[in-house]
């Protein structure tokens, strides 16, 4: 599983990207995307808004970044990143993974905000 893109979000994790979910996840089903994977790095580390998902659980810990102007052909749409964390948050062996990301014209009602 190699990794197009390790970065850190805005809580200091980091977080990875692979070739795997870029090429079968994110270019295949949103195709706006292709070319434009540094954009998520953009969206992790400053998102505008960070929320939990609506799969999150104490098992499943997903969270939403979102922000937009990361997709220099889409600045008034939100770029909405989903990463699944894991490891222990106390001891900071906390990493996330990306298990998708595309634009949106809004942010998905239901889901808990976190930051800010």
């Not at 599983?1 to 949103?30: N, S």
């Not at 998520?40 to 998902?53: G, I, N, T, W």
């Not at 990493?95 to 930051?115: F, L």
Request: proline share 7%; glycine share 6%.
């Amino acid at each position: 599983m190699a990794i197009l893109l390790q970065c850190v979000d805005r809580f200091g994790r980091p977080v990875v990207l692979t070739q795997e979910c870029w090429h079968d996840k994110i270019a295949y089903d949103h195709a706006e995307m292709r070319g434009h994977h540094l954009c998520l790095q953009a969206v992790l580390s400053d998102p505008c808004e960070v929320r939990k998902d609506k799969q999150w659980s104490p098992q499943r810990l997903r969270e939403c970044f979102y922000r937009t102007n990361a997709h220099p052909a889409l600045p008034n749409l939100y770029i909405k990143v989903v990463v699944e964390y894991e490891g222990d948050a106390a001891v900071g062996t906390q990493i996330g993974r990306v298990v998708t990301a595309y634009p949106t014209p809004r942010m998905k009602t239901g889901e808990q905000t976190i930051w800010p």
